[in-house]
């Protein structure tokens, strides 16, 4: 699935020249915790590539690490990640600065090292936030998205966020 996503990623950016300006990357770092309770928070980021199709609509391509959670009590860990389709949302609130939303489909896995346990799921994805622009180029945004893992028991994996956009 990581291979996939650098794929991906690999073939926008030969792509780019025939869509400057409406194309952009992005590094998202923040805290996942899944819905399992026995689950601790860990560290997650997220390497997007989006393109606008009109002013305020965009699609994103991400590929997103929860990284390595401990399990409560026990010496297993629990990593997992996401591969995802959306559609984002704009609504601006001034020049620099928009709220957004977006829905779409995410391909994830879920592993538990020490007992050899490995699911993956496509569900639905949402999230939302807000983004602030510096300029033409630069953004940052804040956000939230949700991703299901799990296939035996469906939870939620939460990943809050900063991030930082390229436009080019």
Do not use: H, W
Not at 26 to 33: E, I, P, Q
Not at 108 to 125: C, D, G, N, P
């Amino acid at each position: 699935m990581r291979k996939m996503a650098i794929a991906v990623v690999l073939a926008a950016f030969v792509a780019c020249p025939a869509v400057a300006a409406d194309a952009y990357v992005g590094l998202n770092l923040g805290s996942n915790k899944m819905g399992y309770s026995d689950v601790k928070a860990s560290s997650a980021y997220s390497l997007l590539f989006g393109y606008f199709f009109r002013q305020n609509i965009a699609a994103e391509v991400e590929y997103a690490s929860f990284g390595s959670a401990e399990m409560t009590g026990s010496t297993n860990k629990v990593t997992g990640n996401a591969v995802s389709l959306s559609a984002i949302g704009f609504l601006p609130v001034n020049k620099t600065l928009s709220m957004f939303g977006k829905l779409g489909v995410a391909t994830t896995k879920l592993e538990v090292i020490e007992a050899s346990f490995l699911e993956s799921k496509t569900y639905l994805a949402y999230g939302f936030g807000a983004q602030y622009n510096f300029g033409n180029s630069i953004g940052f945004r804040l956000g939230y998205d949700s991703f299901k893992v799990g296939s035996t028991d469906t939870q939620n994996s939460n990943f809050t966020y900063l991030g930082a956009l390229y436009k080019f």
